[in-house]
């Protein structure tokens, strides 16, 4: 069974910053491309960023190009992302998801973990 | 790169059929044949139930189908039932700088 779980969400002042982990098993991790969604509190979905099975190719939406990271590490199951001068804005459950199998494209995601809240504020 | 555009709402009653659109571009969902669509319950985490365009993944019901049309991706639920109340959003590739993009969202209710 497909398994994502989140964590390290939490509270953060603006201008703060906080690094989100998914822990993945159930599938091989290596082999597939993985993203980042997320979803402001009553509103819809927002593609973040997305990373290819072997780290080659790196995305991320616009809104949050030069403060965010995503990188994975294939011999623990595990994706990251680094979220640096955060602002209001930002505050969101965070999903980590999984994309297609061997693409370097987001064309659809196929398992969603739970989320993790984060939320930026003084 | 905006949200694809869907509309706020649509409803039915138990058994009948509804349609929910999703407008783009030539850029994203008239381009590409990556148009997918998602099911959420509240507080729960979204569930792949389309991809590329017309693809039901293992676990979605029969009852829902996609398709697109130029610019417009649809998808259809056959025999709506209590279950199917959720929020809907279309996503699909694009050839902006954000390479993945969501629609606005709309939410189904079953009268």
């Known amino acids: 069974e497909v398994q994502l779980v989140e964590s390290g969400g939490g509270l953060v002042k603006p201008g703060g910053s906080l690094r989100l982990s998914c822990a993945a098993s159930g599938f091989t991790f290596s082999s597939y491309s993985m993203n980042w969604v997320r979803q402001a509190p009553g509103k819809g979905l927002e593609w973040v960023s997305s990373?290819?099975?072997?780290?080659?190719?790196?995305y991320y939406a616009d809104s949050v190009k030069g403060r965010f990271t995503i990188s994975r590490d294939n011999a623990k199951n595990s994706l990251y992302l680094q979220m640096n001068s955060l602002r209001a804005e930002d505050t969101a459950v965070y999903y980590c998801?999984?994309?297609?199998?061997?693409?370097?494209?987001?064309?659809?995601?196929?398992?969603w973990g739970q989320g993790t809240l984060v939320t930026v504020s003084s | 790169q905006s949200a694809l555009t869907q509309p706020a709402s649509v409803s039915g009653s138990p058994g009948q059929s509804i349609t929910i659109s999703c407008t783009g571009t030539s850029s994203d969902v008239g381009g590409y044949n990556y148009v997918s669509w998602y099911q959420q319950h509240p507080g729960k985490a979204p569930k792949l139930m389309i991809y590329d365009v017309s693809n039901r993944p293992s676990g979605a019901s029969n009852r829902f189908s996609g398709s697109k049309s130029g610019n417009t991706a649809s998808l259809t639920i056959s025999g709506l039932q209590a279950e199917d109340e959720a929020d809907y959003y279309c996503s699909s590739y694009t050839s902006s700088s954000t390479p993945y993009v969501f629609g606005t969202g709309t939410k189904v209710t079953v009268l």
């Open positions: 998801a999984r994309g297609p199998l061997g693409t370097t494209l987001t064309t659809y995601v196929d398992y």
């Open positions: 990373i290819s099975s072997s780290s080659s190719y790196i």
